[in-house]
């Protein structure tokens, strides 16, 4: 089973084997969203765990003759702090909460950004657990109580040991580069606990098995916890099915990971300068990426214009664009100020009169105009983006693949062929389960090390023979989405 918790919807997929062949079936869907409580962005813990207890039940219902193993995958940074019996001490925090604004600062005063990127490779986002951590402690939050990432937390909750994976680990910032392990050098500035903070483990890890009320369900009587690539984005590049070394990528959903898969590590200064992050891959890869704003841009206008009236969906507003003239100027995805929510239609219209002295979307339909700026604004900065990935890293890319749930998006692909002139190749929607899938395969299949955790190449090999399985998938993914 895999485990895919999304910041807008979380799924539980099942694979089985028919005849020798995969199939891989969406089992359960349910929606999620953080919760604003007072001047707070919160999740929802309880109903995150409480959706995984439904689709556990119904895979145990289907699955009848037994399941080997669940591997968890989600978003990166966020986390769950615990009391002493393991409990957890309230809703977590969602990473784009106001408040690591100021926190980011303050930290920055205790340890220099150079000395950070030097320590850690990783991007300077405000949201990254390091500032979360410290914005704790700024409000009064003993720096004692223990922490765990929310996909390793949903796992501990079914039974395995308090661990962080290692390419989810990466994205806390607190990581040192050259260990894989905590940075106390970084603990130790800003006053955190290192004790609080989980063992990391490499990806493919067995860490328990399932245990419980769920346990007694015969299906369940000898599943395995494996904690695959639990961070999404370091499963959906182990899901793209390829070789060789010409290729770039674009994890494409509410976030566009734009990068390419190294290694080493790559900190020099031009690296730094264009703050690109040095993320932990499966096989002790390296996933060599900027975080850019994806689809969070449509999701928050498309939520300011239906409260205007206007009843619009993605796919109508792709497939209206699509016949649109190319925007005469295009806004910066970037602007920190477009990552928080509320009202983005002024958001963008503010940055555009800045630019402009007036609004160039004025005097047309301007929900058309708006949508069809973004996705031209999106498609050149991926191609700025990859411009700079070739530049540093001194690679001589060919190939572009797309994977999550922006693949679907045909304008928006078309357009970053047109950007960026590279071989577009649409990749599975569903390749984060794929590759939470094709880590498990190869841990079960006896390739686990444990210096390294499951080798890329294992890993590739299973995404390839399951690639061929996600037409049924995406099939019950959308008929679930429509419904």
């Given at each position: 089973?895999a485990?895919?918790?999304?910041?807008?919807?979380?799924?539980?997929?099942?694979?089985r084997?028919h005849?020798?062949?995969?199939q891989?079936?969406?089992?359960?869907?349910f929606?999620?969203g953080?919760?604003r409580r007072?001047?707070?962005?919160?999740?929802n813990?309880?109903?995150i765990?409480?959706?995984?207890?439904e689709?556990?039940?119904?895979?145990?219902?289907?699955?009848?003759?037994g399941?080997?193993s669940i591997?968890?995958?989600?978003?990166?940074?966020?986390?769950?702090?615990?009391?002493?019996?393991?409990r957890?001490?309230?809703d977590p925090r969602?990473?784009?909460?106001?408040?690591?604004?100021?926190?980011e600062?303050?930290v920055?005063?205790?340890?220099s950004?150079?000395?950070?990127?030097e320590?850690t490779?990783?991007?300077?986002?405000?949201?990254?657990?390091?500032?979360?951590?410290y914005?704790d402690q700024?409000?009064g939050i003993?720096?004692?109580f223990?922490?765990i990432?929310?996909?390793?937390?949903?796992?501990f909750c079914?039974?395995?040991?308090?661990v962080?994976?290692y390419?989810?680990s990466?994205h806390?910032?607190?990581?040192?580069l050259?260990?894989g392990d905590w940075s106390?050098?970084?603990?130790?500035?800003?006053?955190?606990?290192?004790s609080?903070?989980?063992?990391?483990?490499?990806?493919?890890?067995?860490v328990?098995?399932?245990?419980g009320?769920l346990a007694e369900l015969?299906?369940f009587?000898?599943?395995?916890?494996?904690?695959?690539?639990?961070h999404?984005t370091a499963?959906?590049?182990?899901?793209?099915?390829?070789?060789?070394?010409?290729w770039?990528?674009?994890?494409s959903?509410t976030?566009s990971?734009?990068?390419?898969?190294?290694d080493?590590?790559?900190?020099t200064?031009?690296?730094?300068?264009k703050?690109f992050?040095?993320l932990?891959?499966v096989?002790?890869?390296?996933c060599?990426?900027?975080?850019?704003?994806?689809?969070?841009?449509?999701?928050q206008?498309?939520?300011?214009?239906?409260?205007q009236g206007?009843?619009?969906s993605?796919?109508?507003?792709?497939?209206a664009?699509s016949?649109?003239?190319?925007?005469?100027?295009?806004?910066?995805v970037?602007?920190?100020?477009?990552?928080l929510?509320?009202?983005?239609?002024?958001?963008?219209?503010t940055q555009?009169?800045?630019?402009?002295?007036?609004?160039?979307l004025?005097?047309?339909?301007v929900?058309?105009?708006?949508?069809?700026l973004i996705?031209?604004?999106?498609?050149?900065?991926?191609?700025e983006v990859l411009?700079d990935?070739?530049?540093?890293?001194?690679?001589s890319?060919?190939k572009l693949?797309i994977v999550?749930?922006?693949?679907r998006?045909?304008l928006?692909?078309r357009?970053t062929?047109?950007?960026?002139?590279?071989?577009v190749i649409?990749?599975?929607?569903?390749?984060?389960?794929?590759?939470?899938?094709?880590?498990?395969?190869?841990?079960l299949?006896?390739?686990?090390?444990?210096?390294?955790?499951?080798?890329?190449?294992?890993?590739?090999?299973?995404?390839?023979?399951?690639a061929?399985?996600?037409?049924?998938?995406?099939?019950?993914?959308s008929?679930?989405?429509m419904?």
């Amino acid at each position: 089973m895999a485990i895919d918790l999304g910041a807008e919807s979380c799924r539980v997929s099942l694979l089985r084997w028919h005849h020798d062949s995969p199939q891989i079936r969406v089992i359960h869907r349910f929606a999620n969203g953080p919760l604003r409580r007072e001047k707070t962005l919160l999740w929802n813990i309880k109903g995150i765990v409480q959706g995984i207890s439904e689709g556990l039940c119904h895979c145990a219902e289907t699955a009848t003759e037994g399941i080997a193993s669940i591997g968890v995958d989600g978003w990166a940074v966020d986390y769950v702090r615990l009391a002493d019996d393991g409990r957890a001490l309230g809703d977590p925090r969602c990473y784009r909460d106001e408040r690591t604004i100021e926190a980011e600062r303050q930290v920055h005063q205790l340890i220099s950004p150079r000395d950070l990127y030097e320590f850690t490779g990783i991007q300077f986002l405000r949201f990254n657990t390091l500032y979360q951590l410290y914005a704790d402690q700024q409000e009064g939050i003993g720096p004692h109580f223990r922490w765990i990432n929310l996909p390793e937390y949903i796992l501990f909750c079914l039974g395995a040991r308090r661990v962080a994976e290692y390419t989810n680990s990466t994205h806390t910032q607190l990581v040192d580069l050259k260990t894989g392990d905590w940075s106390r050098q970084i603990f130790d500035c800003t006053g955190l606990d290192l004790s609080a903070a989980p063992q990391i483990v490499e990806s493919g890890s067995i860490v328990g098995g399932l245990r419980g009320a769920l346990a007694e369900l015969p299906a369940f009587q000898s599943t395995l916890l494996i904690a695959p690539a639990c961070h999404d984005t370091a499963s959906a590049i182990a899901g793209i099915p390829t070789e060789g070394d010409d290729w770039a990528f674009i994890s494409s959903g509410t976030w566009s990971l734009v990068g390419t898969v190294l290694d080493k590590p790559c900190t020099t200064d031009e690296a730094l300068d264009k703050n690109f992050t040095n993320l932990g891959g499966v096989g002790k890869k390296i996933c060599f990426l900027k975080n850019l704003n994806g689809m969070w841009l449509l999701q928050q206008c498309l939520e300011s214009w239906n409260q205007q009236g206007h009843r619009w969906s993605i796919p109508e507003l792709v497939q209206a664009c699509s016949a649109l003239k190319a925007p005469t100027t295009h806004f910066d995805v970037d602007d920190p100020d477009l990552l928080l929510p509320s009202d983005m239609p002024e958001k963008i219209r503010t940055q555009l009169e800045r630019k402009h002295a007036v609004n160039p979307l004025s005097n047309g339909n301007v929900v058309l105009e708006t949508a069809n700026l973004i996705f031209h604004s999106l498609a050149k900065r991926y191609a700025e983006v990859l411009q700079d990935i070739a530049a540093i890293t001194g690679k001589s890319i060919r190939k572009l693949y797309i994977v999550g749930g922006g693949s679907r998006n045909t304008l928006l692909n078309r357009l970053t062929a047109e950007q960026t002139g590279l071989g577009v190749i649409l990749g599975p929607a569903e390749s984060s389960t794929i590759g939470n899938f094709a880590v498990q395969l190869a841990t079960l299949d006896g390739d686990w090390k444990p210096s390294v955790g499951v080798s890329a190449c294992a890993v590739s090999t299973w995404a390839r023979a399951l690639a061929d399985s996600c037409a049924s998938a995406r099939e019950e993914v959308s008929a679930e989405a429509m419904a």
